[in-house]
């Protein structure tokens, strides 16, 4: 079973940055996928970014293109959130979770099976 924990979220005003962390163990396997997803109240869960352990490759939802930027460092099994310029409406429950089939390209709740516990970024206007 993936372990996951997430850390960076926080209180930030307007147009401003943060970055979160998610600190993985128990991989199975050495292609997987993790992906940041986030869910505001009473919305549904958002997959807005999600990474290729083995090549890097990524995918953004619109609204977060330009803005964020996903990373891995695959020797401290970690991948980062960079979030600038950021808006109330990035608001919410930021969550990491992985996927042992690599899909990165879905980036769907429904595809992920591992989660973390979540970390609460507020943007203030």
């Known amino acids: 079973q993936v372990h996951l924990v997430e850390s960076g979220g926080g209180l930030v005003q307007l147009g401003g940055s943060l970055r979160l962390s998610c600190a993985a163990s128990?991989?199975?396997?050495?292609?997987?996928?993790i992906g940041w997803f986030r869910q505001a109240p009473g919305k549904e869960r958002e997959g807005v970014s999600c990474?290729?352990?083995?090549?890097?490759?990524?995918y953004y939802v619109d609204s977060v293109k330009g803005r964020f930027t996903i990373s891995r460092d695959n020797a401290k099994n970690t991948v980062y959130l960079q979030m600038n310029s950021l808006k109330p409406e990035d608001t919410a429950v930021y969550y990491c979770?992985?996927?042992?089939?690599?899909?990165?390209?879905?980036?769907?709740?429904?595809?992920?099976?591992?989660w973390g516990q979540g970390t609460q970024v507020t943007v203030s206007s």
């Open positions: 128990g991989f199975t396997s050495d292609h997987y996928a």
């Open positions: 979770a992985e996927d042992d089939w690599a899909r990165y390209y879905y980036c769907s709740a429904s595809v992920f099976g591992s």
């Open positions: 990474i290729n352990s083995s090549d890097g490759s990524t």
